[in-house]
């Protein structure tokens, strides 16, 4: 599970989000309940579904077929999750009827006989699913618990594909159909559908029939041999553009709408470079029979590691110059890891959450640190630790392995998702990759196909380096919190030591202390060569000592490896800050130099020429204005050919703010070069506002982009009412995707507030056609009534116009007669329906 509202850009962070010294909240001081994993009675080992659809009411219409066995003691009854159901018969295979109770969440059922663990039966299950009818609920990781979501069923809203799909985690998968719905159950399955032959199908597992009815409809038949858990089963049902693709012989397929369809391959670009990287690095091939990825439109969450079949939302889909600034590389990486962390091995229960999301975040570090290197990783990094701060300083303090959880979903937050994977690179940092890989392999090996918790994690990490690591585990999974240190370096000359006082106390009270914490010293000297220590802090105050330096430090760093997971303040000068940037190997050393000067705005020449993108970034925010001049030349080559697109921003957006500078000849070489959006968007703004005459050239250019992006910009730029530029308001207003609506709405009235009475008539009845009530979008409808609501003001204002009256009159007619036959329930409580009626 990916939580696409936790994705946040470093680049806007001030770096002292919080009070990294003051208290942490402690909040919750009632005692909670302890959350037991599930205990098994029995064990469903195979489900099949044969299901089909009433568009109409959104009811699911299933026959289920359950495999069953004890689980250890005799079995004369049993009961399963399902939620919402009507239970049309429940029977033995052989169709011997069996009694039942149903009180609408559980389904209890008495067999026929009672059987031994030795014993296999199959029961078979007639029931009609209502998930729009059942209470629903959400979290901010997941919005709705409604399971299985029919979108657009009847075809009313243009803006809508017609589909189905399901969303399982945490335990709503039984809104769809009956099963024992917990994560340590686990179960092979068919799935079979039977949908409108114009409609693609997925589910977990390979399809291995496909048969067109003679109604019209057509059945598919997907099929899972190898066990997973109840809440990774899934199904998707529209009309998907598909790309097929494989890897060693493995089908891949990417599934999206198809105004994307060309751009399927790069966003979902790299799937085979990374199953061959993950792969390789646990030395376990990837264990599923294929890999299908498909985005679906009001997703409730950011993406699901549904077993060979990830469900995305839509906000992945990009064009190649929306993909060129922000690829999916990171969402994709944490899903697919998923199935090795997650779907072959799983959390026994949501206490061991991170089992599965910590797992699946560090895989994002791997992947960047791989293909984009260590900086790239280790700025990643920094950002995850930053927002783990902001929960634990602004929101909760909790055990990374929490048995007192209040509901489920609460666990799917920044402690399972940020620390886990902060606290994974710690161990790997600790016994060292060869190590760290091979328990990873062990893992996986010893408990592929089961559910686990922490301590076994713990005991293939021990069994493969021989080390008792309790000590680590204890603090990190089981503890809370992180450590505060103080630190203060004292060179002896005479003895050629460095002592370093470390002092924990400043960790809150109710955070794990003392910390054990295994350090590596980094001592740079004069000469930029560096020496690496290994220590141990151990106690809340100690004084750890570096013996038989060759010379005085030029600088130290308590955290050499940049790899533990503490707020860290250390006793340094404005020039060892300079010295260790200018030395430092890695990415956090050096960030963590520029934060710690005063005067950071010497190192601006070295940062300009920084190999890190972020690095030139902050290079050009640090040019002092009275020296600005002098870098000019710099500053137009790096906002024409630096090969990151924020860098070229960055510059371009550094000398739009100099005074008299002309940045006419950059714009125009920008319009016409440049692939960045945010980039273009500037610098039309900028020649639009300076040369409005030869805008039209720039609105030919663009106007036709597949992307939406810089639709609002090209509007605010409109210089007259001419019919191409009408021409184009009436269809964006028609058309112009929803995640730019509010912009364009904003944009499209500074346009009309001043034109003439027959454009203003014009942009009524275009408005009031997609307000009209018999259309299907429920947000275009909002935003076209609202427009007709200012027109009208605007209007008002021409009280000596009798022209602008009539219209106004006309106008006010079309807004009553749109509210009072409106019957979408999102727009008839709303003011602007109910003032009118």
Request: charged fraction near 25%.
């Amino acid at each position: 599970m990916h939580n696409h509202e936790e994705e946040e850009d470093m680049e806007n962070y001030t770096f002292e989000p919080i009070d990294v010294y003051g208290d942490s909240l402690e909040l919750d001081t009632l005692p909670r309940v302890y959350q037991s994993s599930a205990t098994m009675r029995y064990d469903i080992l195979h489900t099949k579904l044969d299901l089909r659809f009433d568009w109409k009411r959104s009811h699911v219409l299933g026959l289920a077929t359950l495999q069953i066995k004890p689980y250890f003691y005799n079995l004369d009854s049993l009961t399963l999750d399902a939620v919402g159901f009507d239970i049309h018969h429940v029977n033995l295979s052989s169709g011997k009827p069996l009694s039942y109770r149903y009180d609408g969440n559980n389904l209890t059922i008495r067999l026929d006989k009672t059987y031994t663990r030795k014993d296999t039966f199959h029961i078979t299950i007639d029931y009609t699913a209502k998930p729009d009818e059942n209470p629903i609920s959400g979290s901010d990781a997941i919005t709705s618990d409604k399971g299985l979501f029919f979108i657009n069923p009847l075809g009313k809203d243009p803006d809508l594909p017609t589909q189905i799909w399901t969303q399982g985690e945490t335990e709503y998968n039984s809104r769809w159909f009956p099963t024992f719905d917990k994560p340590n159950e686990r179960f092979s399955q068919e799935i079979i559908l039977t949908v409108e032959d114009k409609y693609k199908t997925l589910s977990n597992g390979v399809l291995v029939r496909s048969t067109k009815n003679e109604d019209g409809t057509r059945t598919d038949h997907w099929e899972q041999k190898i066990p997973h858990a109840t809440y990774l089963a899934m199904i998707a049902i529209g009309d998907f553009h598909v790309e097929n693709d494989t890897w060693n012989n493995l089908p891949l397929s990417y599934m999206v709408d198809h105004q994307y369809g060309k751009y399927a391959k790069d966003i979902f670009k790299h799937t085979p470079e990374m199953l061959t990287f993950f792969s390789n690095i646990l030395n376990y091939p990837y264990p599923w029979d294929k890999y299908s990825q498909v985005v679906v439109r009001e997703y409730v969450s950011g993406a699901m590691e549904n077993t060979g079949a990830v469900v995305f939302g839509d906000f992945v889909q990009k064009t190649a110059k929306e993909l060129a600034d922000e690829p999916n590389d990171d969402i994709i990486a944490h899903e697919m890891f998923h199935h090795w962390f997650g779907d072959l091995v799983t959390c026994e229960d949501w206490s061991n959450l991170t089992l599965n999301e910590g797992f699946a975040n560090y895989a994002e570090y791997l992947w960047t640190e791989y293909k984009y290197g260590r900086d790239h990783a280790d700025f990643s990094r920094l950002t995850s630790a930053y927002q783990y701060f902001d929960e634990i300083y602004y929101s909760k303090t909790r055990p990374l392995i929490d048995y007192y959880y209040k509901t489920k979903e609460a666990m799917f937050d920044r402690h399972s998702y940020n620390k886990g994977a902060l606290v994974l690179h710690m161990l790997r940092k600790y016994v060292g990759d060869d190590a760290f890989f091979t328990s990873l392999n062990r893992y996986l090996t010893q408990h592929a196909g089961t559910a686990v918790e922490v301590d076994e994690l713990r005991m293939a990490f021990e069994d493969t380096t021989g080390e008792d690591l309790q000590w680590f585990f204890n603090q990190w999974f089981l503890g809370k919190g992180h450590p505060h240190l103080q630190v203060n370096y004292a060179y002896d000359a005479d003895a050629h030591t460095l002592n370093i006082d470390i002092d924990q106390t400043e960790t809150p009270d109710h955070f794990t202390t003392p910390f054990i914490l295994p350090v590596e010293v980094a001592v740079f000297y004069k000469d930029g060569s560096i020496s690496h220590h290994p220590l141990t802090i151990t106690q809340a105050k100690e004084t750890l000592t570096i013996k038989n330096l060759k010379e005085a430090p030029a600088n130290y760093i308590l955290d050499g490896q940049s790899a533990l997971l503490a707020i860290i303040h250390e006793n340094k000068t404005e020039d060892q800050y300079e010295h260790q940037y200018l030395h430092a190997s890695n990415f956090t050393n050096k960030f963590d130099a520029i934060r710690g000067m005063e005067e950071a705005e010497k190192l601006v020449p070295y940062l300009l020429k920084d190999s890190f993108y972020f690095f030139r970034s902050i290079g050009i925010e640090y040019i002092p204005e009275n020296l600005v001049s002098n870098y000019i030349d710099l500053l137009q080559d790096m906002a024409i050919s630096d090969p990151n697109s924020k860098v070229r921003r960055s510059a371009y957006i550094k000398l739009l703010n100099i005074e008299d500078y002309d940045p006419m000849l950059l714009s125009h070489i920008i319009i016409n070069s440049e692939q960045s959006y945010p980039i273009i968007e500037i610098a039309l703004s900028v020649v639009g506002g300076y040369e409005p005459e030869g805008f039209e050239k720039y609105f030919n250019k663009f106007k036709n982009e597949d992307s939406d992006y810089l639709v609002s910009t090209l509007v605010s730029l409109i210089p007259d009412e001419s019919e191409t530029y009408l021409d184009y308001l009436d269809k964006k207003a028609a058309n112009i995707s929803v995640n730019y609506l509010h912009d364009f709405y904003d944009v499209y009235f500074e346009f009309l507030e001043s034109k003439s009475n027959a454009t203003l008539k014009r942009a009524i009845q275009v408005n009031a056609a997609i307000a009209n009530p018999e259309n299907g979008s429920s947000t275009r409808k909002l935003y076209a009534m609202n427009m007709l609501i200012k027109i009208s003001a605007k209007l008002m204002e021409r009280s000596n116009d009798l022209q602008a009256q009539l219209l106004l009159n006309d106008t006010l007619e079309k807004i009553k007669a749109i509210a009072r036959t409106e019957t979408d329930p999102e727009l008839i409580g709303l003011p602007m329906y109910e003032d009118f009626k």
